[in-house]
């Protein structure tokens, strides 16, 4: 159980973290693709990034597996993923914490459902969907364990959470390494190390499968790199003259941090597909 103390630190961050994408939602607009706000996979280097991020929707879907119908997307951002799986003619409900990014999901899937909402407190009942699916939003929690008990319980059949993962715990005493920049600038309280997330599972006597995409990702993070470069010292300059917020500056900076950190492999990017186990065991 979820301590107090982790739920009044969930409920001081999610306003903070709503406020980050209001922020920078003209930044994933003009610079991503598909309406789908995380890395895409590269079958190569020189693969385009449209590309890359149809790899990976098709990929996510893919990896539910064919029996599964209605699909909760928590932290669905503008509903890139959504649509892949309304596009397979799925029951596709998606929640977020930013309602100007659902605004433009709702505008972007014509048969999904979207909802402002925590996935630390869903609102829906003991097994409403088939599988839950979280990709690159987990990230986000205050408390895992509130999290994940959370999505376990609102899930049929499985879970699937995709995410960056440490390799190892952050030095508290290391105030200025990349990985505590790169999660300051995106807002995140703090991020679970791999086998941090593995233990929870396993405590839990979870059954579950991990697949490691860090090479997948890397040609995204080092063009984001670019963007960084450029980014940062106009982003500056528009938020001295009060044209953009804090937030898109810190993001400016942050996506070279990110590629340091995945590249040095502090940092993994993978996905851990959780089977729920059945009331008969």
Known sequence: MASVQAEERTERSQPDVARFYDATRWEYRTFWHSNSMHYGFHASRLEPLSVA?????????????????????????????????ADRGLDVTGIDLSERVLRDADDHVETGAFAVA????????????????????????????????????????????????????????????????????????????????????????????????TDWVLPSSERQVLLSLIGVPLFYLAMLLGLKAEDSYRQAWTLYHQWRCLSRRTMRHGDFLIRVPSDDG
């Open 53 to 85: 991020i149809e790899n990976s929707n098709r990929y996510y879907a893919d990896r539910l597996g064919p029996s599964v119908e209605r699909v909760l997307v928590v932290g669905c951002g503008m509903g890139g993923f959504c649509r892949e799986l």
């Open 118 to 213: 925590d996935y630390h407190r869903l609102p829906f009942g003991d097994d409403a969907f088939d599988a839950v699916v979280g990709i690159e939003t987990v990230c986000h929690c205050v408390e895992y364990a509130l999290a994940l008990d959370e999505l376990l319980r609102v899930a049929r059949d499985r879970v699937l959470v995709s995410d960056g993962w440490l390799t190892a715990d952050l030095d508290p005493r290391d105030t200025r390494c990349d990985v505590r920049r790169m999660l300051e600038g995106w807002r995140i309280d703090h991020l679970s190390t791999w086998s941090g997330f593995e233990s929870l599972l396993e405590a839990r006597d979870l059954q579950y499968d991990w697949v490691d995409h």
